[in-house]
Structure formats: C-alpha cells, structure tokens
C-alpha cells in the first residue's frame, strides 16, 4: 500500500463480541481499513469519539442502554461522522431503516446481506467498498438531534407550501428515484430543474411522468403552484413570483444555466419563506448552492443529496457549503418530503 494511500479509520458499535470479531476480520481484510475500537454499547462509542476521531461508525439499532437510532440521533447532533447502520432489524426499506436514515445516518443494511464466513466473498467486498466510499462523505450536523428524543418521525414534521429541486448530470434518475416514492395524491407542488440537453426537455418530462405516482408536466405561466411536479421548461428561468404565480424569467442572467436552480430556489425563498423546502440533488458545478443558501435563511428546510448516491457530488457538496440543513441519500430525502404536512400559502 502506498504511503499516500489513506487508511478509513472504523468504529464498531455491535452487543455481540462475536459478530464484532467478525466484522473486524472482514473489514480489515482490505488493507485501506483499519478498525481503530469495538464497542458493545451505543454510550461507549459515543465517549470514545472524540479521541478515537473515526471516518466511519457502524452502528447496530438493538443495544444495550441507549438504542442505535437515539446513538445516531446523538452523534449527528454534536461530533457528525458517517454512520452506517449494520442491523439484523432492518430491511431495505423498512421503518426501522428509514427511521436510522433521517436520524443521520447514510446507510443501513440487514446483517443478512453478507456471509462473515466468507470473507473475500462478492458481498464482503462490496460492503469493503461501501465502508470506503462512505469514509468520504461529507456530513454536517443536524440541528434538530437532541439527547434522548423518543419520537424521531414526530419531530421530522414540519409544514411546506412549495418544493423546489434542482438537478444536472445524474439527475433523471435521482429524480425519479425520489419522486417514485411520493404518492399520486402528495399535496405539495413541486417544481423542477434538471439541466437538460436542449431539445429533451419535454421527452424528459414524459419520461418522469410514466416513472412516479404524481403526475408530470411542463411549468404553465400565470398558474398558481398546485400539487403535481413541474418541470423547467427549455431556456427560461422558472419561478414563482410576488403574486405566488408560476412565471418563466428569459431575461435574467444567473450563471451557466438556462433553466437556473438558484434562480428558482431564490424566488421560493422570497414568496414562500420559512414554508419553502430546497432540494439540491446530483449535477456537476454550483447551482442552486446560492439558492439553497436563501432558502436556509429564510428559515425553510434545505436537503442535499449524499455523495454515496450522487452520480456527481458538485452540486450537493456546494449546497452542503452552503448551509444544507440535511445531506441525506436518496430514500432519507423521499422520507423526509414525505412526512411534509401541507399548508395553504395565502398571499395579498
């Protein structure tokens, strides 16, 4: 190994000192990983930490004392590293997953998915992988953590009038990743920015109809936001103006982009304030981290994608720079718009 080469430093918050045996084995089979402590419950891993200064925590949910998920919820909230949660009471897509996700957490797989048997096995060398690939992600803190908070999903509710996300290479995927997980009914409008190349725009809208529940269509001029996704149309800005109509902008200029998310997530912050949610998913560049640096200070939530799922971490990291109150994968970000409680904006 190169002396350039780094060594991902892990913590392994696990009950079982078997399991933990193993998963050490497994891990430090790749010598680019080093675990650095094992520790059988989630108060022990939580005082280790500032000395320790891991890349990477896995976290299991069933400890003795403190769960997993209030571990979590501690440890994004005062010393943020990534988390990747290692649990036999997960499945792809469980609560119990999705709740470790939006405590903070970037990952959480089933024990099951890997064989500690089978060490040089294709799926120990995909979780080797997975552990590197996380050690990078950049994480921040989460405001809303608190010290013994019981009732995590209540505390992710909070209303929204209006959505905005934004989008470049990688984009049509992330999107419909994201919205697949909305239902045909969901009551918040959303409106769309995905940089396209000219002459796609409307085939991609039709695309990403056929794809997720809400329907899909192309942002009207001069109508009120209503619930549905609305997607940028080619060369011109789309924002929401003063009256709280759709509008379409071809005459500012805001960067390279032509629709611009920072023009859209600024005209968001400025009608919808605190009730205006910025989402800045996958793309190369910076737009929509100015943007989304609006929407934080007027006070709405602001969402980045992680770098684990981002096909290119541009866009996401320079929202996360930004102020990004959350940087979440792609299924913490579905759960987090869907428990968005809706709310009538009224305007003058």
Same mark, same amino acid.
């Given at each position: 190994?190169?002396?350039?080469?780094?060594?991902?430093?892990?913590?392994?918050?696990?009950?079982?000192?078997?399991?933990? #045996? @193993?998963?050490?084995?497994?891990? %430090?089979? &790749?010598? %680019?990983?080093?675990?650095?402590?094992?520790?059988?419950? +989630?108060?022990?891993?939580?005082?280790?930490?500032?000395?320790? !200064?891991?890349?990477?925590?896995?976290?299991?949910?069933?400890?003795?004392?403190?769960?997993?998920?209030?571990?979590?919820?501690?440890?994004?909230?005062?010393?943020?590293?990534?988390?990747?949660?290692?649990?036999?009471? $997960? %499945?792809?897509?469980?609560?119990? +997953?999705?709740?470790?996700?939006?405590? @903070?957490?970037?990952?959480?797989?089933?024990? *099951? &998915? =890997?064989?500690?048997?089978? /060490?040089? @096995?294709? #799926?120990?060398?995909?979780?080797?992988?997975?552990? !590197?690939?996380?050690?990078?992600? !950049?994480?921040?803190?989460? /405001?809303?953590?608190?010290?013994?908070?019981?009732?995590?999903? +209540?505390?992710?509710?909070?209303?929204?009038?209006?959505?905005?996300?934004? *989008?470049?290479?990688?984009?049509?995927? *992330?999107?419909?990743?994201?919205?697949?997980?909305?239902?045909?009914? =969901?009551?918040?409008?959303?409106?769309? $920015?995905q940089h396209i190349s000219p002459g796609f725009v409307e085939g991609f809208a039709r695309w990403l109809d056929g794809e997720v529940p809400p329907s899909v269509k192309l942002a009207v001029p001069g109508a009120s936001p209503a619930p549905g996704i609305w997607i940028a149309p080619e060369g011109a800005h789309l924002i929401v103006n003063g009256q709280g109509r759709i509008a379409l902008d071809q005459t500012t200029v805001a960067g390279m982009h032509c629709p611009s998310g920072d023009v859209l997530l600024g005209s968001l912050a400025a009608w919808a304030g605190s009730d205006a949610v910025a989402v800045v998913l996958t793309g190369m560049g910076r737009d929509g981290a100015e943007g989304l640096g609006d929407v934080n200070r007027a006070g709405g939530l602001t969402i980045a994608q992680d770098e684990a799922t981002s096909a290119v971490f541009g866009m996401p990291r320079a929202a996360a720079e930004c102020g990004s109150e959350l940087v979440l994968p792609l299924d913490g970000i579905a759960q987090r718009l869907r428990a968005l409680l809706p709310l009538e904006h009224a305007r003058r």
């Open positions: 190994m190169s002396a350039a080469t780094p060594v991902r430093r892990v913590l392994v918050c696990e009950d079982s000192a078997t399991y933990a #045996a @193993g998963l050490s084995r497994l891990l %430090e089979r &790749d010598r %680019e990983i080093d675990v650095i402590g094992v520790c059988e419950t +989630a108060e022990q891993a939580i005082a280790r930490m500032p000395t320790l !200064k891991p890349d990477l925590v896995t976290m299991d949910l069933e400890l003795p004392g403190m769960s997993g998920a209030e571990a979590i919820e501690q440890i994004m909230g005062v010393l943020p590293v990534p988390i990747l949660v290692l649990s036999g009471h $997960v %499945e792809r897509r469980s609560q119990a +997953a999705l709740h470790a996700l939006a405590a @903070g957490a970037l990952d959480a797989l089933p024990k *099951a &998915d =890997f064989d500690l048997g089978d /060490p040089d @096995g294709a #799926a120990a060398q995909a979780l080797r992988h997975r552990v !590197k690939v996380l050690c990078g992600v !950049k994480v921040i803190r989460h /405001p809303r953590a608190r010290l013994n908070l019981r009732k995590a999903p +209540a505390a992710w509710s909070r209303s929204a009038s209006v959505i905005g996300i934004c *989008a470049s290479t990688g984009g049509p995927q *992330a999107l419909a990743a994201v919205l697949a997980d909305l239902p045909a009914s =969901f009551p918040i409008p959303i409106l769309v $920015v």
